[in-house]
């Protein structure tokens, strides 16, 4: 069993920053796809990035591409989201999850964080 916790969420304004951390407990962390989901109000959940076992393949949203970035401390049981260049349309409930299915589908048979709310005002 996996339990997930994020932190780090605020409010900024557009241009700002923010790193998102989600602390993992469990015994099997490091073999674990993990994600980062955000639902924004009145929007269903989407896909933000996804980063594998060993953090040596990453994937992003063209939404986010070349602004956040992913990465993972397994030493740490942690996975990390960093955001940069903010914008408005950000804004949302940001959820970390982790699967450790051979092609994860992040869905309810994954694990999910209580999410972090990512408020930026223009």
């Known amino acids: 069993q996996v339990q997930l916790v994020e932190s780090g969420g605020g409010l900024v304004q557009a241009g700002g920053s923010l790193r998102l951390s989600c602390a993992a407990s469990?015994?099997?962390?490091?073999?674990?796809?993990m994600a980062w989901f955000r639902q924004a109000p009145g929007k269903e959940r989407k896909f933000v990035c996804g980063?594998?076992?060993?953090?040596?393949?990453?994937t992003y949203a063209d939404s986010v591409k070349g602004r956040f970035t992913i990465s993972r401390d397994n030493a740490k049981n942690t996975v990390y989201l960093q955001m940069n260049s903010l914008k408005p349309e950000d804004t949302a409930v940001y959820y970390c999850?982790?699967?450790?299915?051979?092609?994860?589908?992040?869905?309810?048979?994954?694990?999910w964080g209580q999410g972090t709310q990512v408020s930026v005002s223009s």
């Open positions: 999850a982790a699967d450790s299915k051979m092609v994860p589908t992040f869905d309810e048979d994954s694990y």
């Open positions: 469990g015994r099997t962390f490091r073999s674990y796809s």
């Open positions: 980063i594998n076992w060993n953090g040596g393949r990453t």
